[in-house]
C-alpha cells in the first residue's frame, strides 16, 4: 500500500507541470506545490522536534502546502480553522500537545515554535510515530476530541475510496470544503495520488457563480455537503449547465429526496451521483455505486472494499440478520487509532477483540439483503448542520458559560425546523449569541436563540426534547 506523499510525489514524476492546487487568483503546478512543501518543511523541522504535532492555521492552498510538508517530514499534524476563536485555538494546542504552529503571514507560510513540556509525546497510537494527523470533532463532554489518525489507516482509506470513486488525471475537483474538515482534507489526497487538479472556489463560486466557475475551469467533480447540493439542486432548476461535470459526491447527513431526483434527473446524460456515509473515525463506510442511487434511494451505499459493516444491538456483540435495525460496527484497515488522551472513550468506541477493532459508530442502521447500508440516525447527541459534527452537549456548555444562563437545550434542524437553542435565564439572546461567536466554531453558533421562561420536562425530569421541537412546527 503507497503511502501518501509517495503516491503524489509519483503523480509529480509523471507530470511535473500538471497543475494541482489553484484558485481563482492562484496556480500551483505540481512541482511548484511539493518544491514549496519541502521549503516549509526545513523550518518546521527547525521550529521543533519531529516527534510532536504541527497545528496548521490556514486556509485552502496555503493548508494544502502545510499538509504535504509534514506527510514529507513524517510529522503529525492538526488542520484547524483559523477563524475559531482564540480560546478554541489555544485549547487545540494544549489538548494535542503541538510543538510548532504554521501560519499564513504577509511573507508567506511561517512556522514558529510552541512551548511544551520535556515528556514524551504520547497518544492512542503506538509508536507515536506512526500517527499521520489528528482530526478534531465534536464530543460529548463539552470540547472537542481529537481522532488519532495513523499512516497506515489513512493510506488505506485513500487507497479503498480512490478505488471506488476513481478519479482521474483529468478531472478537476472543484470544492467550497475547507481542509480542517475531513471531507475537506481527504480530497487533497484523492486529487493528489490521481495527478488530478484540486480548485478551491470562493463564496461567490460555489453560489451564485458558479455557473462560471464551471465553465472557466472545467471541472468535472464536485465533492460537496447536503445543504451545498440543495443549493446545486436550485440554480440547475433555473438551467445551470453541467458543462463537464461528470460526478457529484456528498456525505455529511441524508440528502433530500427532491434534491437526489433533481441532480439525476435535469442533465443528459446523467451525473453519477455518488452518495456516501462515513465517519472521522473511519474516515469513509460506505459508497453509493455508480448510477445506482435512482434504484436504492435511501440507501448510503455498499462498504468500502476491504472493510466490513455490521449491525448488532447497541452495546451487544451479537450480529444481526439483513433488514434487522441497530447499531452501525466498522471493522477493517481504516478504523483510526482512537482518541487522543480520552482513553475510557476509546475503549467504548474501538472495541478490541483478538484479533481486530470493531468501532462501535453509534449510529442507527440497518443492511438489505445485498448488503447496501441504511443508516438512520444518531443514538447520541450529535447532529450535523452543513456536514459539520456538533455535540449539544458542547453548545449547552458553552451557553451556560456565558453567565444568566441557568439551564439550556439544543433542538437540531431538521426540514422546516431551524438549528435552535433554548434557554432560561437573565441572558438577552443578542448577547448569548455574540459570547457564542466567540467561544464556538462559527458552523456550531445556533441560527436561532429563544430565552423561555422554563424549558419543558418529561415524567423522568429530563428536558422534554420532543415539547421544544413541537414549538418549531
Not at 175 to 199: H, I, R, S
Not at 311 to 319: A, E, T, Y
Not at 353 to 374: E, N
Not at 448 to 463: D, E, S, Y
Amino acid at each position: 500500500m503507497m503511502d501518501v506523499y509517495e503516491a503524489i510525489e509519483r503523480a509529480r514524476s509523471r507530470a511535473p507541470h500538471q497543475p494541482f492546487l489553484a484558485t481563482r487568483e492562484r496556480n500551483l503546478s505540481y512541482s511548484q506545490a511539493l518544491d514549496l512543501a519541502a521549503s516549509l518543511a526545513g523550518s518546521i523541522a527547525t521550529a521543533g522536534a519531529l516527534d510532536r504535532p504541527c497545528v496548521i492555521q490556514a486556509i485552502e492552498i496555503d493548508a494544502c502546502i502545510s499538509v504535504l510538508a509534514c506527510l514529507r517530514l513524517g510529522k503529525p499534524f492538526i488542520v484547524i480553522n483559523p477563524a475559531s476563536p482564540p480560546d478554541r485555538i489555544d485549547y487545540y494546542i494544549t489538548d494535542s500537545g503541538a510543538n510548532v504552529l504554521v501560519k499564513t503571514a504577509e511573507s508567506g507560510l511561517v512556522a514558529s515554535s510552541l512551548p511544551c513540556d520535556d515528556q514524551g509525546w504520547r497518544t492512542a497510537v503506538e509508536p507515536a510515530s506512526s500517527v499521520s494527523c489528528l482530526i478534531y470533532t465534536s464530543g460529548s463532554t463539552g470540547l472537542p476530541k481529537a481522532v488519532v489518525c495513523p499512516r497506515e489507516a489513512v493510506s488505506f482509506a485513500v487507497e479503498a475510496i480512490a478505488q471506488t470513486l476513481s478519479y482521474r488525471r483529468d478531472d478537476v475537483v472543484l470544492t467550497a470544503l475547507p481542509t480542517f474538515f475531513d471531507f475537506g482534507l481527504y480530497q487533497l489526497f484523492l486529487v493528489g495520488k490521481a495527478g488530478a487538479t484540486l480548485y478551491f472556489a470562493s463564496a461567490l463560486e460555489s453560489g451564485l457563480g458558479l455557473g462560471e466557475a464551471l465553465q472557466r475551469t472545467g471541472a468535472t467533480v464536485l465533492p460537496m455537503v447536503p445543504p451545498a447540493a440543495e443549493k446545486l439542486a436550485r440554480l440547475v432548476e433555473r438551467g445551470l449547465s453541467r458543462n463537464a461535470v461528470r460526478m457529484i459526491t456528498t456525505t455529511g447527513a441524508a440528502m433530500d429526496e427532491g434534491t437526489r431526483r433533481t441532480l439525476e434527473d435535469a442533465w443528459d446524460p446523467p451525473v453519477d451521483l455518488r452518495v456516501m456515509y462515513g465517519l472521522t473515525e473511519c474516515k469513509r463506510v460506505a459508497i453509493m455505486p455508480p448510477y445506482e442511487s435512482t434504484r436504492r434511494p435511501r440507501s448510503s451505499g455498499l462498504p468500502l472494499p476491504g472493510t466490513t459493516v455490521t449491525i448488532r444491538p447497541h452495546d451487544q456483540d451479537l450480529v444481526l440478520s439483513p433488514d434487522e435495525v441497530g447499531e452501525i460496527c466498522v471493522e477493517g484497515p481504516h478504523v483510526m487509532g482512537g482518541y487522543h488522551n480520552q482513553s475510557d472513550l476509546t475503549a467504548r468506541r474501538f472495541r478490541r477483540t483478538s484479533h481486530t477493532v470493531v468501532l462501535r459508530t453509534g449510529d442507527t442502521g440497518f443492511l438489505d439483503a445485498d448488503g447496501y447500508l441504511y443508516c438512520l440516525g444518531r443514538d447520541d447527541d450529535q447532529f450535523k448542520v452543513q456536514g459539520y459534527r456538533i455535540s449539544t452537549s458542547e453548545v449547552v456548555a458553552a451557553a451556560k458559560a456565558a453567565g444568566g444562563v441557568v439551564s439550556a437545550a439544543v433542538v437540531p434542524p431538521a426540514p422546516g425546523r431551524r438549528y435552535t437553542l433554548f434557554f432560561e435565564g437573565d441572558a438577552e439572546p443578542a448577547a448569548l449569541s455574540h459570547f457564542l461567536s466567540e467561544h464556538l466554531e462559527p458552523f456550531a453558533i445556533p441560527q436561532h436563540i429563544q430565552k423561555v421562561a422554563h424549558l419543558p420536562t418529561n415524567a423522568n425530569g429530563k428536558i422534554d426534547i420532543t415539547q421544544l421541537e413541537r414549538t418549531q412546527s
